[in-house]
C-alpha cells in the first residue's frame, strides 16, 4: 500500500513562500496513471484542491490559486513539493498530499493521502 | 461547472440507514467519489466509481447515481460512521478536481 508524508515548516511569516514536500513511499512515483495532488483544509472548513502534477511534470491548478501555486516532482526522490506564493493567514490550513487515480474516463479518486501537516501564516 | 452541493447535516439513530446526497452538474458525466473524516484526521475513500468500496470499507456503505445527483448509504449505521462525509468530482472540460462543502453525519 502506497504511503504519502508531507514535510515542511508549520509556520510561515505573511508575505512569504510555503514550501511543503510529499514523500511517496511502497510504490513509485513514476507509475503512470496517477496524478500527485496537494490538497488543503483551512481550519473548520472543507476540503480545497490546490492541483496535481505528474511524474513528469505537467501540472494544474485551481484557479483561485494558480497564480500564487507552483508544483514541482522530483523522481530521483519519490518526491512532489508545493510551492504557495505570496501567503497571508487565509492560507492557514493543513495541507495534504494525495494520489489522484482515474481507472477510466468516468471515474476518479483519491486513493491515498498523507496524514496533513498544519501550516500556521503568522508573523 | 465546478460546484457541489450537499446537505449540511444529518443525523441517524444506530443500526437504521442514513443516506446521503451530493448534486452538481458535473455528475452526469463522471461518477463522484466519496470521503469519511474524523477530527483530527486525513480523510479516507470510502466510496468511488459506481458503488466500489475500497479494500478495507465495510459493505454497508453504499452508493447509487442518477442524474446530477449521487448518493451515498450507510445500512446499519455504526457509532465509527460518525464524522464529516465529502463528495469529489471533476470538471471534464477543464479537468479540475472539486469537493463538495460536506456533510456532518451524527449516530445517536
Known amino acids: 500500500q502506497v504511503q504519502l508524508q508531507e514535510s515542511g515548516p508549520g509556520l510561515v511569516k505573511p508575505s512569504q513562500t510555503l514550501s511543503l514536500t510529499c514523500t511517496v513511499s511502497?510504490?513509485?512515483?513514476?507509475?503512470?496513471?496517477?496524478?500527485w495532488t496537494w490538497i488543503r483544509q483551512r481550519p473548520g472548513k472543507g476540503l480545497e484542491w490546490i492541483g496535481y502534477i505528474s511524474y513528469s511534470g505537467t501540472a494544474l491548478y485551481n484557479p483561485s490559486l494558480k497564480s500564487r501555486v507552483g508544483m514541482s516532482v522530483d523522481t530521483s526522490k519519490n518526491q512532489f513539493s508545493l510551492n504557495l506564493r505570496s501567503v497571508t493567514a487565509a492560507d492557514t490550513a493543513v495541507y495534504y498530499c494525495?494520489?489522484?487515480?482515474?481507472?477510466?474516463?468516468?471515474?476518479?479518486?483519491?486513493?491515498?493521502w498523507g496524514q496533513g501537516t498544519l501550516v500556521f501564516v503568522s508573523s | 461547472s465546478s460546484e457541489l452541493s450537499q446537505d449540511p447535516a444529518v443525523s441517524v439513530a444506530l443500526g437504521q440507514t442514513v443516506t446521503i446526497t451530493c448534486q452538481g452538474d458535473?455528475?452526469?458525466?463522471?461518477?463522484a467519489s466519496w470521503y469519511q473524516q474524523k477530527p483530527g484526521q486525513a480523510p479516507r475513500l470510502v466510496l468511488y466509481?459506481?458503488?466500489r468500496r475500497p479494500s478495507g470499507i465495510p459493505d454497508r456503505f453504499s452508493g447509487s447515481s442518477s442524474g446530477d445527483t449521487t448518493s451515498l448509504t450507510i445500512t446499519g449505521a455504526q457509532a465509527e460512521d460518525e464524522g464529516d462525509y465529502y463528495c469529489d468530482s471533476r470538471d471534464t472540460s477543464a479537468d479540475l478536481r472539486f469537493f463538495g462543502p460536506g456533510t456532518k453525519v451524527t449516530v445517536l
Open positions: 494525495a494520489r489522484d487515480r482515474a481507472t477510466s474516463t468516468v471515474t476518479y479518486y483519491f486513493d491515498s
Open positions: 511502497n510504490g513509485s512515483i513514476t507509475r503512470g496513471g496517477y496524478y
Open positions: 458535473s455528475l452526469r458525466s463522471v461518477y
Open positions: 466509481g459506481l458503488n
